[in-house]
T-cell receptor, first 110, second 116 residues
Framework: SQQGEEDPQALSIQEGENATMNCSYK?????LQWYRQNSGRGLVHLIL?????REKHSGRLRVTLDTSKKSSSLLITASRAADTASYFC??????????FGTGTRLQVTL | GAVVSQHPSWVICKSGTSVKIECRSL??????MFWYRQFPKQSLMLMAT?????????EQGVEKDKFLINHASLTLSTLTVTSAHPEDSSFYIC????????????FGEGSRLTVL
């Protein structure tokens, strides 16, 4: 099955700064999804980008996808303390199940 | 968005007992649900795919007799950890995909199991 690998493993920024995290994967995909997990909670779907899309926006989130490089990035602009969480990418192919990497742990400090 | 409810949110049990965790889709029908487990500061590990009305498909290395999955209706899947041992202590999370699947999964809030 597909699995993405997020980079960096951990990221610490100050409130108001932008946070960028990257995802690399190895096989062909239909779409790629980003999820957030607050400590001790379930995952929340953030955004889905299809394989024929290069960029997508949702509020303060901006996702890019480069299928030739098999990579994606998630940008969170004007970060807030509430953005502190782990972020996971999930490349999705023909199988409906999703597998996850180790994620990027984002810490936003005041 | 679609809501998935998971119960209980935490449970403590004695070694050797069985524990059942429920996963319900509250406002949509879920033909397929997925069960994950997560150890502290680690990623989610997919355990099995639960299909309504049929047997679950387990990932390699997951004992199907240890982790019993039942998906008897379009809104409910259950995971039973049988004869639990301390090494089964973990965070278990379910997710579901809705009919008219657009690709995203909806996750429950997780169940933290502690086996004494």
């Amino acid at each position: 099955s597909q699995q993405g690998e997020e980079d960096p493993q951990a990221l610490s920024i100050q409130e108001g700064e932008n946070a960028t995290m990257n995802c690399s994967y190895k096989t062909s995909i239909n779409n790629l999804q980003w999820y957030r997990q607050n400590s001790g909670r379930g995952l929340v779907h953030l955004i889905l980008i299809r394989s024929n899309e290069r960029e997508k926006h949702s509020g303060r989130l901006r996702v890019t996808l480069d299928t030739s490089k098999k990579s994606s990035s998630l940008l969170i602009t004007a970060s807030r303390a509430a953005d502190t969480a782990s972020y996971f990418c999930a490349p999705s192919g023909t199988a409906s199940k999703l597998t996850f990497g180790t994620g990027t742990r984002l810490q936003v400090t005041l | 968005g679609a809501v998935v409810s998971q119960h209980p949110s935490w449970v403590i049990c004695k070694s050797g007992t069985s524990v059942k965790i429920e996963c319900r889709s509250l406002d949509f029908q879920a033909t397929t649900m997925f069960w994950y487990r997560q150890f502290p500061k680690q990623s989610l590990m997919l355990m099995a795919t639960s299909n309504e009305g049929s047997k679950a498909t387990y990932e390699q290395g997951v004992e199907k007799d240890k982790f019993l999955i039942n998906h008897a209706s379009l809104t409910l899947s259950t995971l039973t950890v049988t004869s639990a041992h301390p090494e089964d202590s973990s965070f278990y999370i379910c997710s579901a995909k809705a009919g008219g699947y657009t690709g995203e999964l909806f996750f429950g809030e997780g169940s933290r199991l502690t086996v004494l």
